[in-house]
């Protein structure tokens, strides 16, 4: 059973968002609380897998890779088994930064990130079309990002 977020899990979650690099202390002085409980929560929040991980957001234009490209994918099959390989083999594609199974009109959709439209054009013909099932694709030049988040807001 899920344990319920109290009201200073929340606080530490949202702290840890926006400034990942607190260290306890300072992140215990954010949330009121002294430097043990605050440690200790966010010990257990990571073991139940509420925290996930930590990393660094980069600047896609500073290394290079800020062409963005959202791609539909429509495969020709949708048994279980045809999804799984998709699935396991889109995973393996690291320009792919985001896949959605869609209920809709087509069956995925990607957001790729590459260096620019040449890189996506390798990449497209000889990996995603290459994939279990592809049977067709449509892409879409990304002009602007105007918001791009992975903060998950929690209140209360």
């Known amino acids: 059973m899920r344990r319920k977020l109290d009201p200073t899990d929340r606080r530490i979650l949202n702290a ?8 306890i202390v300072d992140l215990a002085e954010r949330v009121h609380l002294t430097k043990t409980p605050c440690s200790e929560r966010v010990k257990r929040l990571e073991r139940e897998g509420v925290i996930m991980g930590y990393s660094a957001t980069l600047n896609p234009a500073e ?5 963005v490209m959202i791609v539909h994918v429509n495969l020709a099959k949708t048994s279980e088994s045809a999804l799984e390989d998709f699935n396991q083999a889109i995973k393996q594609i690291p320009e792919v930064q985001t896949c959605l199974m869609i209920a809709g009109p087509f069956d995925y959709m990607l957001k790729v990130r590459t260096r ?3 890189h996506f054009r390798e990449l497209l013909g000889e990996r995603i079309s290459q994939l279990p099932a ?3 694709t449509h892409s879409y030049a990304v002009m602007e990002t105007v918001k791009e988040t992975a903060m998950i807001e929690l209140r209360g």
Do not use: A, K, P, T
């Open 16 to 23: 840890l968002q926006s400034f990942g690099r607190l260290s």
């Open 63 to 67: 290394v290079e890779m800020d062409h």
């Open 116 to 118: 620019d439209i040449s």
């Open 134 to 136: 592809v049977m067709q």
